[in-house]
């Protein structure tokens, strides 16, 4: 499963996968006002309030304000986000920046030429061979 850290989601739009409860305060004791069903726009992240166990947060919430200027909270859960929706509005998990930063330190250190043809010559090399053996291949008419 993807992480995502949490400036990377301020922001960005959520999507509830399942049932998400709503929250007029970020506190595990706190009673839902309301639920977000499936596939329900939840609403854009404006901040997030990190676990505090001595103001009652054993959880991370995200905060939302709404057209109304009112705040309100869900508290986080990794299957309860859409993820498709967070990639389409451009946001990155740490696994992918951690390859992008790789790509970017091995491409400076081999020079941008080398690096592309270490990379893709592989491929150039397999798509010709696999050109040349089709055209044998229809050329010799083996289904006659």
């Known amino acids: 499963m993807a992480t995502y850290s949490a400036a990377e989601i301020v922001g960005k739009g959520l999507t509830a996968k399942k049932a998400v409860n709503m929250y007029t305060t970020a ?9 977000f069903q499936p596939k329900t726009y939840i609403g854009v ?12 947060r054993a ?12 705040t309100y909270y869900v508290r986080h ?13 451009g946001t990155k998990s740490e696994d992918e920046k951690t390859k992008e930063a790789a ?7 081999k020079g ?8 893709y010559a592989p491929w150039a090399v397999g798509t010709v061979l ?7 291949t ?6 006659q």
């Open 112 to 119: 941008a030429i080398a690096f592309y043809i270490e990379k």
């Open 45 to 56: 992240v404006y901040s997030w309030l990190a676990p505090d166990p001595s103001k009652g």
């Open 27 to 35: 506190n595990d004791t706190a009673k839902p006002v309301g639920v």
């Open 103 to 109: 790509e970017a330190a091995a491409k400076e250190k």
């Open 59 to 70: 959880h991370l919430y995200w905060q939302f304000i709404n057209s109304k200027n009112l």
């Open 130 to 136: 696999a050109a040349i053996a089709i055209k044998e």
């Open 77 to 89: 859960d990794s299957t309860a986000f859409d993820v498709g929706n967070l990639k389409a509005q």
């Open 138 to 143: 229809l050329r010799s008419k083996p289904w």
